[in-house]
């Protein structure tokens, strides 16, 4: 049987999925075999999750969700969406998500995934304890107490398989969405920080084949806070459902026209019900130090994206601790791109891309396509590979990709 990703553009090399149903079943397969990769959801878009020896999914553990004052519990296969719903139902909330509900938690964390807002930092940022199974099948649990716990989250799978985090909560909330079409770029521009600080969280999307015109800006605001008004870059509201692609349904999208709902109902773009964004499709993104703003944004305008962009999705990240995460340092400017699911034009675009932001150092995204490898994480590496050595000294858990960017 043919393992493939959540686009199902990526054929992985190994053949079987094993689906362990306790954490003494999967210490002994890990324990049994040479070589074991972690498979969460499957949304990656290179193969950061390959294997030459067996993928082994966590979803079958069906470790309870355990909240306990300000914290939960919860297993790594666990879907953010089921996550949110459990918390909202007892009170509570995590500080953010990212744009979609239908993704694990250990794998999002172990990738760097990121929803959008100023003050919120990746999703891994929130985690206060990890349990993994390392490659002799002991099981391992790090809190932030322990000096090596900034490389043990955000681990790109090299540590072992993540059983269960602990993620700090805060009380539940309520967020309006708003969507407002037709900005002019100049407009955007000249107020850059002020549109992404407007909210809660902030995404403009567009798929530059107007230069001078941004398609949409949305804002998710706090009911608690004052909305963003379009009007004043010149941007009007949109008058139906918006999908961020455009001719795209809305339907799938979550709602919009200013209606206020509960925190994970409004904050990821898409509704967990649904197939999540468009589908058939790659995607690429690059994390740029927040002080780029307005001239990386201004230089994407002149990009030839050889025919292969979809939309492209401008956000904003705070910095972080963590290792080897894109935000590692910095406030961050995150530029997101969904590209057709064509293998040439996407190498194209992507190239042009890279030689666009080169100036102004991005990080791409552990997850999705790149071309130039990146060496900002460099410095990391000595302690980070150290990490490794403790717990998987054989490369059990190893692939071509962290050979490439991390041995």
Not at 39 to 51: E, K, M, P, Q, V
Not at 224 to 238: H, Q, Y
Not at 337 to 351: L, P, Y
């Amino acid at each position: 049987m043919t393992v493939r990703n959540w686009a199902r553009n990526i054929a992985f090399t190994a053949d079987e999925v094993l689906r362990p149903t306790s954490v003494a079943e999967l210490s002994e397969l890990v324990a049994s075999r040479a070589l074991v990769r972690a498979l969460g959801t499957g949304h990656s878009f290179n193969r950061i999750a390959d294997s030459t020896g067996v993928l082994v999914s966590t979803r079958d553990l069906a470790l309870p969700i355990e909240i306990d004052g300000d914290t939960v519990s919860v297993g790594g296969g666990t879907r953010y969406g089921e996550l949110a719903v459990a918390l909202h139902a007892a009170g509570r909330a995590l500080a953010n998500l990212g744009s979609l509900p239908h993704i694990s938690v250990a794998g999002a964390c172990a990738t760097g995934t990121h929803g959008s807002g100023s003050g919120n930092r990746c999703l891994a940022a929130a985690a206060l304890a990890v349990e993994f199974v390392r490659a002799d099948g002991a099981l391992v649990r790090l809190t932030r107490d322990d000096p090596d716990f900034g490389g043990a989250v955000l681990a790109l799978g090299a540590l072992g398989i993540v059983t269960r985090l602990t993620l700090a909560t805060v009380p539940t909330f309520e967020i309006r969405q708003d969507v407002w079409v037709d900005a002019p770029l100049p407009r955007v521009l000249d107020r850059l920080d002020d549109v992404l600080d407007s909210a809660y969280s902030v995404s403009l999307f567009t798929s530059w084949r107007r230069r001078d015109v941004l398609d949409q800006i949305w804002t998710k605001s706090r009911t608690d806070g004052v909305p963003f008004d379009g009007a004043e870059v010149g941007a009007r509201p949109a008058e139906v459902a918006m999908h961020p692609i455009a001719g795209q349904d809305g339907a799938t999208a979550t709602p919009q026209s200013g209606s206020a709902g509960p925190w994970h109902e409004r904050l990821p773009h898409f509704r967990l019900e649904f197939t999540p964004s468009n589908g058939e499709e790659q995607q690429s993104e690059y994390l740029l130090p927040r002080s780029a703003g307005a001239a990386a944004v201004a230089a994407l305008a002149e990009v030839d994206f050889a025919g292969a962009l979809q939309v492209c999705e401008i956000r904003t990240v705070a910095a972080d601790e963590l290792w080897l995460s894109p935000c590692s340092g910095r406030d961050t400017l995150a530029l997101h791109f969904t590209w057709f699911d064509d293998d040439v034009r996407v190498a194209n675009a992507v190239d042009a891309l890279e030689r666009t932001l080169a100036p102004f150092d991005p990080r791409p995204h552990w997850g999705k396509v790149f071309r130039a490898a990146p060496t900002w994480h460099r410095p990391a590496l000595p302690r980070f590979r150290e990490l490794v050595d403790r717990y998987d000294p054989d490369r059990t858990f190893g692939n071509a990709f962290l050979a490439e960017h991390v041995y």
